[in-house]
């Protein structure tokens, strides 16, 4: 397929894309940069002891302000720390 089939393929998806996006920008900091240091372990070095992953998101500011967001009912205000 030439260059320009797939740029009109790209322009198709752009607002899922966006959609998607858009919803990754509002989950917490913490537990995004966790999940992307996860996910970076397993293809690196297959399984790996997440333990410290863990305490650091269940340990987080962000995780009492996103668990106190969803008992009241609320957006949740990250702080990313």
């Known amino acids: 397929m ?8 790209a ?3 752009t607002p899922s894309w966006r959609r998607g ?7 917490a900091p ?4 966790v999940s992307k240091e996860a996910i970076r372990r397993i ?3 297959g ?4 333990d410290d992953l863990v305490r ?3 340990g987080s500011d962000d995780f ?16 990313g720390k």
């Open 2 to 9: 030439e260059a320009s089939g797939n740029v009109r393929r």
């Open 11 to 13: 322009a198709e998806h």
């Open 21 to 27: 996006l858009g919803r990754l920008t509002r989950h």
């Open 30 to 33: 913490v537990t995004m940069r």
């Open 43 to 45: 293809l690196h070095a």
């Open 47 to 50: 399984l790996p002891d997440g």
């Open 56 to 58: 650091a998101c269940y």
């Open 64 to 79: 009492r302000i996103g668990v106190a967001a969803f008992v009241e009912k609320r957006e949740p205000q990250w702080t």
